[in-house]
């Protein structure tokens, strides 16, 4: 019914900037709200940011300032923007979508990001 595909994941240097891209496609109604989750080794999945298709962000208050999402309703397309990345940044980053109205998330399959000291 709904597919995501991720990309721009990878390894990058503490300091450095990742650009991650998350396109859906499939039963996907104008009014939905999209985003990324993020779960580290041995820690439980947690919220990055969230986007709604009428322009409300959410983000996680320890990742404000050097994170910042964005979406092309148009092209049904989410972007988070990393920049200042730190080790503890190191995760698989989860995108997501949901149907505003239905009771179901649909997943990504996850893109790895390493940050390096």
């Known amino acids: 019914q709904v597919q995501l595909v991720e990309s721009g994941g990878g390894l990058v240097q503490a300091g450095g900037s990742l650009r991650l891209s998350c396109a859906a496609s499939?039963?996907?109604?104008?009014?939905?709200?999209m985003g990324w989750y993020r779960q580290a080794p041995g820690k439980q999945r947690e919220l990055v940011a969230t986007?709604?298709?009428?322009?409300?962000?959410n983000y996680a208050d320890s990742l404000k300032g050097r994170f910042t999402i964005s979406r092309d309703n148009a092209k049904n397309t989410v972007y988070l923007q990393m920049n200042s990345l730190k080790p503890e940044d190191t995760a698989v980053y989860y995108c997501?979508?949901?149907?505003?109205?239905?009771?179901?998330?649909?997943w990504g399959q996850g893109t790895q990001v390493t940050v390096s000291s």
């Open positions: 997501y979508v949901e149907n505003v109205g239905v009771d179901l998330v649909y």
């Open positions: 499939g039963r996907i109604f104008s009014s939905n709200a």
């Open positions: 986007s709604t298709s009428r322009g409300r962000t």
